[in-house]
């Protein structure tokens, strides 16, 4: 076999199909996911229990 039929074809370059917007969109959306909530303010967690008890709060349904 002549060494001219032994090389190999270059192979055509593969595009991954996924765009760099959906990228960066999945890494925001698994950074919000994996973010744990964060602590309520005690000054506005206890403007809320104020407002609750001084009837401002929400009612229930009838």
Do not use: F, W
């Not at 001219?4 to 593969?14: D, G, I, L, M």
């Not at 303010?41 to 229990?49: M, V």
């Amino acid at each position: 076999m002549p060494a001219s039929e032994n090389k190999a074809q270059p192979r055509p370059q593969v595009m991954a199909g996924v765009s760099m917007r959906d990228l960066l969109a999945a890494g925001a959306a698994a950074n919000v996911i994996s973010t744990p909530p964060r602590v309520p303010d005690p000054e506005t967690t206890r403007a809320a229990a104020t407002a609750a008890a001084a009837g401002h709060g929400h009612r229930e349904a009838a």
